[in-house]
Antibody
């Protein structure tokens, strides 16, 4: 069945780096836009980044621009998020999400927790 | 602070009809489609309504969406206890070149 599984979360110090991965299965990965969406503890959802199927279109939220890099490997059915210069306010559950069309997020992973703390 | 404004809370009794509003601007709801998500406690969000008023397969027809001008709304009829969840609206924003989420509405079934 259609599935997204995130990995790579954990505890990191402020200013540190972390790379999240997302393994996709059950659909033709390269046909879809993909996104990362996060949710801070007890807070609402925040869109983080977006990449087209061929990776020629990429967008970032202003809050992460210049610090985070989204990428994908269609041969490996995988999505990535390289997070640098991490701040306490980046602490959140990060969801890997499939986008049907531009922004209808129809398949969600279970999420991976990122905690930025000294 | 979200640019899409939702009421923080809503409530209703079983069987009632409730609506949740989502207010935006000309650069988001006014020019792009609106989607709605349901997040049950402790779970990942689920797409509830896409393209303003379309339901994905498996979503009951008790859920409906509409958009008018720079606002949108989600209606839930025949309210059930399992509808108790957080609800979020989203829309693409042409000025920000990104997706905006509303702040979320916590629905309580009394």
């Amino acid at each position: 069945q259609v599935r997204l599984v995130e990995s790579g979360g954990g505890l990191v110090k402020p200013g540190g780096s972390l790379r999240l991965s997302c393994a996709a299965s059950g659909f033709t990965f390269s046909d879809y836009f993909m996104s990362w969406i996060r949710q801070a503890p007890g807070k609402g959802l925040e869109w983080v980044s977006y990449i087209s199927g061929s990776a020629n279109t990429i967008y970032y939220a202003d809050s992460v621009k210049g610090r985070f890099t989204i990428s994908r490997d269609n041969a490996k059915n995988s999505l990535y998020l390289q997070m640098n210069s991490l701040r306490a306010e980046d602490t959140a559950v990060y969801y890997c999400v499939r986008a049907s069309g531009m922004d209808a997020f129809d398949i969600w992973g279970q999420g991976t927790m990122v905690t930025v703390s000294s | 602070q979200s640019v899409l404004t939702q009421p923080p809370s809503a409530s209703g009794t079983p069987g009632q009809r409730v609506t949740i509003s989502c207010s935006g601007s000309s650069s988001n709801i006014g020019s792009n489609t609106v989607n709605w998500y349901q997040q049950l406690p402790g779970t990942a969000p689920k797409l509830l309504i896409y393209t303003n008023n379309q339901r994905p397969s498996g979503v009951p027809d008790r859920f409906s969406g509409s958009r008018s001008g720079t606002s949108a709304s989600l209606a839930i009829s025949g309210l059930q206890s399992e509808d108790e969840a957080d609800y979020y609206c989203t829309a693409w924003d042409d000025s920000l070149n990104g997706v905006l989420f509303g702040g979320g509405t916590k629905l309580t079934v009394l």
